[in-house]
């Protein structure tokens, strides 16, 4: 059973930075993505990014956190991390990883199609 955590959370002021790392237990032999979504209390989760590998890997940031947030990977250990930069209150959500199996490229960005997902890290932007 895949398992998924995260770490890096933290208190932030405006304009700070933080790197959110995801370790992963297992390493999937089939097609998969991993990626990050966040959520405040009340909203539904929203994506932030992913990786996916399938023969090579591409990765995409959504489009609100474009030019802040970066996703990238270590593979040998096995991890994949969130570089997020000038850090705004309205980033303020805890940050999930999740990992789904055979992802076509629209399904990429939608919750419900991932099958592991870790407890979340709280990231709290305040000065």
């Known amino acids: 059973q895949q398992q998924l955590v995260e770490s890096g959370g933290g208190l932030v002021p405006p304009g700070g930075s933080l790197r959110l790392s995801c370790e992963a237990s297992?390493?999937?032999?089939?097609?998969?993505?991993r990626a990050w979504f966040r959520q405040v209390p009340g909203k539904e989760r929203e994506f932030v990014a992913v990786?996916?590998?399938?023969?090579?890997?591409?990765?995409f940031v959504a489009d609100s956190v474009k030019g802040r947030f970066t996703m990238s990977r270590d593979s040998a250990k096995n991890t994949v991390y969130l570089q997020i930069n000038r850090l705004k209150p309205e980033d303020t959500a805890v940050y999930y990883c999740?990992?789904?199996?055979?992802?076509?490229?629209?399904?990429?960005?939608?919750?419900?199609?991932?099958?592991?997902w870790g407890p979340g890290t709280q990231v709290t932007v305040s000065s």
């Open positions: 990786t996916r590998w399938a023969g090579g890997t591409s990765s």
């Open positions: 999740a990992e789904g199996r055979r992802l076509i490229t629209s399904r990429l960005r939608k919750p419900s199609r991932y099958s592991y």
């Open positions: 297992e390493r999937p032999s089939d097609t998969y993505a």
